[in-house]
């Protein structure tokens, strides 16, 4: 079955330091792959996806994310953290062929930005 | 981007009554919307799939007569918890997909409190 696991339930970084949220999934095949933020009392947001092509995605807010077929793993990163990035994350993935269905997400890491 | 949005954002209702939750697309027609359930400080599960004009698809586990949903429109799905209890307090995110796309957006999620 496929899952989705974010091994960092909390994550505590100082404004202006670098970040990296980590995501592994198990699936039969490569799946499309998501990264999402949620603000508290919020919505989710999408931050980036993964389809195919350039391993290396650029989202909005100044994150990325790089898949690693080998390691079965789409790590969100980000250069310098801001206050305002404090909220959850979450990643997610859909079946190749059915991004609009069938999300699963991971369990979510809390990121908190110390000033 | 595409918006989705939710009415209302918070209720508060008696153990025993009935609540209704809308979804709506503002900008786009959407065949298909997703409603979720999030526990607090977890992640999101999926509750069932709403399709315009036939039956929601409800993943397993999840009471069809408890949580009733309707697609009526291809621009509004209702959920409504029905009699209502404490154990359904929890926080409801609906998705949608416009029909040219494979995108999902958020609504931004109404929270419901069973006193």
């Known amino acids: 079955a496929q899952s989705v696991t974010q091994p960092d339930i909390h994550i505590t970084v100082s404004e202006g330091a670098s970040l990296e949220l980590r995501c592994n999934y198990s699936?039969?095949?490569?799946?499309?792959l998501f990264w999402y933020v949620q603000s508290p009392g919020q919505g989710l947001q999408l931050l980036l996806k993964?389809?195919?092509?350039?391993?290396l995605v650029q989202g909005i807010k100044g994150f990325e994310a790089e898949f690693k077929r080998s390691q079965s793993s789409f790590n969100l990163r980000k250069p310098s953290v801001h206050w305002s990035d404090a909220a959850e994350y979450f990643c997610?993935?859909?079946?190749?062929?059915?991004?609009?269905?069938?999300?699963?997400f991971g369990g979510g890491t809390r990121l908190m930005v110390k000033p | 981007g595409a918006v989705v949005s939710q009415h209302p954002s918070r209720v508060i209702c008696k153990s025993g009554t009935s609540v209704k939750i809308e979804c709506r697309s503002l900008?786009?027609?959407?065949?298909?919307m997703f409603w979720y359930r999030q526990f607090p400080k977890q992640s999101l599960m999926l509750m069932a799939t709403s399709n315009e004009g036939s039956k929601a698809t409800y993943e397993q586990g999840v009471e069809k007569d408890k949580f009733l949903i309707n697609h009526a429109s291809l621009t509004l799905s209702t959920l409504t918890v029905t009699s209502a209890h404490p154990e359904d307090s929890s926080f409801y995110i609906c998705?949608?997909?416009?029909?040219?796309?494979?995108?999902?957006?958020f609504g931004e999620g109404s929270r419901l409190t069973v006193l």
């Open positions: 998705s949608a997909r416009p029909r040219n796309t494979g995108e999902l957006f």
């Open positions: 997610a993935v859909a079946p190749r062929g059915n991004a609009g269905n069938m999300l699963t």
């Open positions: 993964y389809f195919s092509g350039d391993t």
């Open positions: 699936y039969g095949a490569t799946p499309y």
């Open positions: 900008d786009f027609q959407a065949t298909t």
